[in-house]
């Protein structure tokens, strides 16, 4: 299945390179280019992309005020929304919470490898949350510091059955669904099921927030 990309940077000449770089893979299509986040959320709007690859400083309104915007809107709509990829040349921890916060599903630095980019389009398609490994490694230690003595939240996971608690813990830990399964013991498309349940009883978008849940609410760590 072709997955539709559009993307938004102030910067003609990297919106060109980016979309010559996506385009060259024949899953992926761009089907449109924005200077600016009114124009990205505009043309999202219009175009119902699966991905944005999304620049943070960019003229009229910002990347991140521009994925809030997208990722609010009515998930009801014709296609759900698109998945947001965050692509930047600044590697600071607040543009990394503020992109999760918004909704982000993906944040990437733009001097990482071309492959890297094409499979996190894929990874953010599927559904996966997709960090650098730097940020990866910064945002956990960040948040093990900050969540230290806190113990975990029964409430917050009341819905949750023990074996849906098991794999919220180890989507926090970066797993991927065959990762869960061959830790647990259990076959993928088992996992791929309680991932599923995961999201929906806790209301969250994707494996991103899943992440961010589990180490606001202590269960790393258990």
Known sequence: MTIRVLIADDQVMIRDGLAALLSS??????VGQAGNGREAV???????????VMDIRMPEMDGLAATAELVGDDPGQAGGGPKVLVLTTFDL????????GAGASG??????????LVQGVRVVAS??????????????SDFARRRRHQRPSPAATAALTPRERDVLRLIARGMSN???????????QTVKTHVGHVLTKLGL??????????YENGLVGE
Do not use: H, N
Not at 25 to 30: Q, S
Not at 178 to 188: H, N, R
Not at 205 to 214: E, I, L, M, P
């Open 93 to 100: 921890d607040e543009y990394v919470y503020e992109a999760l």
């Open 178 to 188: 065959g990762e869960i399964a061959a830790e647990l013991v259990l076959a993928e």
């Open 42 to 52: 505009s043309l999202a709007r219009e175009l119902a992309p699966d991905v944005v």
């Open 127 to 140: 559904g996966d949350a997709l960090l650098a490994p730097s940020i990866t490694r910064r945002l956990i």
């Open 107 to 116: 944040f990437l630095l733009k001097d990482a490898p071309a492959a890297d």
């Open 205 to 214: 978008r994707d494996r991103t927030q899943a992440v961010v849940f589990a």
């Open 25 to 30: 893979d024949p899953e992926i299509e761009v």
